[in-house]
């Protein structure tokens, strides 16, 4: 069993700047690749950025890339996404993933726990 538990969300103004952290229970996170995704109101969920477990090989959706970068610390079982230059589309509800490991990154379905979500709003 994994548990997630997302913070450091909140409130920003438009060009500035969040870090949201996930800190995962279980003996697996280390060995997992761990993924961001967000959804807006009324909008599917959507892949943000995903870290592998060993070669911490990072990879970003083209709407955040240079903008967000997502990190680990296998030692205390923690992700991170830093946010910078944030817009207001950014807006939404950010969620951490673990990945099955049976699939692509990007894809939503090969996510297996799951987080209760951070909200983040941008103002204009």
């Known amino acids: 069993q994994v548990q997630l538990v997302e913070s450091g969300g909140g409130l920003v103004q438009a060009g500035g700047s969040l870090r949201l952290s996930c800190a995962a229970s279980?003996?697996?996170?280390?060995?997992?690749?761990m993924g961001w995704f967000r959804q807006a109101p009324g909008k599917e969920r959507e892949f943000v950025a995903a870290?592998?477990?060993?070669?911490?090989?990072?990879y970003y959706a083209d709407s955040v890339k240079g903008r967000f970068s997502i990190s680990r610390d296998n030692a205390k079982n923690t992700v991170y996404l830093q946010m910078n230059s944030l817009k207001p589309e950014d807006t939404a509800a950010y969620y951490c993933?673990?990945?099955?490991?049976?699939?692509?990154?990007?894809?939503?379905?090969?996510?297996?726990?799951w987080g209760q979500g951070t909200q983040v709003t941008v103002s204009s």
């Open positions: 993933a673990r990945n099955s490991g049976r699939g692509t990154y990007s894809s939503l379905y090969t996510y297996d726990y």
């Open positions: 870290i592998t477990w060993n070669t911490f090989n990072t």
């Open positions: 279980g003996r697996t996170f280390s060995s997992s690749t």
